[in-house]
């Protein structure tokens, strides 16, 4: 299942407290204090992994709790330290304070990571406290709390191509043929209710991370269907591949379509217009498709923005389609 957004409640582990502890050595008669100190308590941290794709591991975790330290021992031996817990979330997590919604960070990077709470710190034992007026002392400290913090992660898909379309347009289809993925696809009108992420691989052995964002409709930048839910996904893809279907299915206008999908991406963010984008014409094995298609070529006007006529169910350009999209990745700075 993807998941996109869950609320947490971390706790960092106590501090161990430090003890009262004496010497009791062969040879050594007056003994001494030899209490040791707490070992620290563990910490959360939160890591960016580009293994990782979703939130998915953290939808029925409410809490997250780390250890805590060990307690000093005689001899001055010191606790234990609670050993760090490490979260492992998907490149473009942004991490939020529940209370004020307030963006605390935004991990993009593999690796990238940050401590949301610091474990507590070790009590001292009785060693700490000897002087030359208190040769026995019989007091130590507790450890201290470790930090909490309640905070949201929200995922913001980081993908090379991002597929944008209506409903049914075909998009499942185009990334299982692009990327061999598994999807849902079936010979009747429904949507995708989750992105669905693949990887599309070359001769060279090159790869580029392709997202199928689930079905777009007049309203979404208002919140309607899924709306804001899966927009905000557009945002961090490199490149947007338009897949309309020419078909007319349903009755519906290609043409109409595209400038839908146009203006909820404007209305939404008018950035994401600047970037660079392919419309792919899908189900040209329809038998109304050459028409459609000569239409919309003749009332659209795109400049620099390449129109492909594909089948994806049938895999008519699809190998020139690959080919499209990496030109464009490539242009857009794409590292292979």
Request: glycine share 12%.
């Amino acid at each position: 299942m993807f998941v996109d957004k869950v609320q947490l409640r971390l706790i960092a582990g106590k501090g161990g407290n430090g003890v009262v502890a004496w010497r009791r050595e062969k040879y050594i008669p007056k003994g001494g204090p030899s209490g040791g100190d707490g070992g620290k308590g563990a910490s959360i941290i939160i890591q960016a992994d580009c293994h990782v794709y979703s939130l998915e591991d953290y939808r029925n975790i409410k809490i997250v709790r780390a250890k805590n330290g060990g307690q000093g021992g005689s001899n001055q031996k010191k606790g234990k330290d609670g050993q760090d817990k490490i979260l492992k979330v998907p490149l473009g997590t942004i991490i939020k304070k529940t209370s004020s919604n307030e963006a605390l960070y935004d991990l993009t990077e593999h690796g990238q990571q940050v401590t949301i709470c610091s474990g507590g710190k070790g009590g001292k034992g009785n060693i700490h406290f000897k002087s030359s007026t208190n040769r026995a002392p019989n007091q130590c400290t507790e450890g201290t709390d470790g930090g909490e913090e309640e905070i949201e992660l929200e995922l913001k898909l980081i993908a090379d191509v991002g597929l944008v379309g209506m409903p049914n347009a075909g998009k499942s289809t185009i990334i299982s043929k692009l990327a061999k993925l598994p999807v849902k696809i079936a010979p009747y009108p429904f949507t995708t209710l989750t992105p669905n992420l693949g990887l599309v691989e070359f001769d060279d052995y090159s790869r580029i991370l392709i997202a199928d964002i689930p079905g777009i409709i007049k309203g979404a930048h208002h919140d309607k269907g899924l709306g804001l839910s899966f927009l905000k996904h557009i945002e961090r893809t490199e490149v947007l591949v338009f897949v309309i279907d020419i078909a007319a299915q349903d009755q519906r206008d290609p043409l109409q379509d595209f400038l839908t999908l146009q203006s909820e991406l404007k209305s939404y963010n008018p950035n994401l217009l600047q970037k660079p984008s392919l419309v792919v014409l899908n189900k040209i094995d329809d038998g109304n498709s050459d028409e459609h298609c000569k239409q919309f070529k003749k009332s659209v006007s795109l400049e620099s923005t390449p129109i492909l006529e594909t089948s994806a169910v049938n895999n008519i350009n699809m190998d020139e389609l690959k080919e499209t999209i990496r030109e464009l990745a490539q242009k857009k700075g794409k590292k292979f």
